[in-house]
């Protein structure tokens, strides 16, 4: 739609000075899913899903860990800005990617007022990053208790997340707090205690949440695995994220539709042959 001349007008005598102006940036959590050797020739790699993160060169927080971010530019969309910062800064140039949340809390970060737009970003090992390290994901919830509330419930969990990559171990605790009032739903994310510069551990939370949740009704996992897979390997990389073991039975019902038989089979040795399968982009999903 284009502006009428009153706007033009209005336009031409309007002013922002009295309003005060937040910093902003894009914050991006880059995941990935690698193989573990187990040390055993006849057992298959364990999957494990890992962060990148990388070592802060100034103040505040220097030297602290932290996910890839910038200060926006006024002259590029936020999309254009995060793949910039992404290619620029660690060197990524393929993943996928979607806009999570954004998390304007007052008092976090210790410079001034600054609203972080964040992303969920899902790459590959053979996307070779710099600047920075990968970290195995490792998360425990505890201390999980629930009350009744007069209308509603009221549902309180703490969740440690460490992240390591064998030289470094970073202890990081979350309380997820979840209320229910009538029709109305509220959660809240708060930091216990953090080993990651600024509010970036809670960042990482809301993005494996997200990518927990959208396991349900898409198939975003595709963007994890190789491009031929076995379903023993799919059904793992499910697992690894939901953090459950899932029925064979059940999970073959799930990925139906999905998944494209190949007629091309393992020959890893120490293994029996497994059939291969590739991604079916034209599933047919029910919502």
Known sequence: MEISKEDKKFLELYSDSEYQK??????????????KETGNYRKLPEKKLQVFL???????????????GT????????DETMELCVKNKVNLNNFYQEQ??????????????????????????????????????TLEKTNEKSSTLRDGYRIEKEIRITL???????ENTIKSSLTSKGLDMTKELDIISTDVAFDHIKIIYYA????KNKLEYTDIVFNLIP????????????????????????FRRKINGMVTPLNEYTSDKGHRPSQLFKHNPNWDWDI
């Open 22 to 35: 937040p910093s902003v940036t894009v914050d991006a959590v880059i995941l990935r899913m690698v193989d």
């Open 54 to 68: 990388t070592k802060r060169k100034y103040s505040p927080f220097i030297n602290c860990r932290a996910i890839i």
């Open 71 to 78: 200060f926006i530019d006024l002259n590029t969309t936020l």
């Open 100 to 137: 999570l949340f954004t998390f304007g809390e007052k008092q976090r970060d210790p410079r001034t007022r600054v609203l972080s737009v964040s992303y969920l970003l899902l790459t590959s090992p053979a996307e070779k990053l710099e600047n920075g390290d990968w970290f195995d994901i």
């Open 164 to 170: 390591s990559n064998g030289n470094e171990v970073l």
């Open 208 to 211: 494996l949440e997200r990518l």
């Open 227 to 250: 491009s031929r897979f076995t379903l023993t390997e799919l059904k793992n990389c499910y697992e690894v994220i939901l953090g459950t073991k899932l029925l064979d039975a059940n």
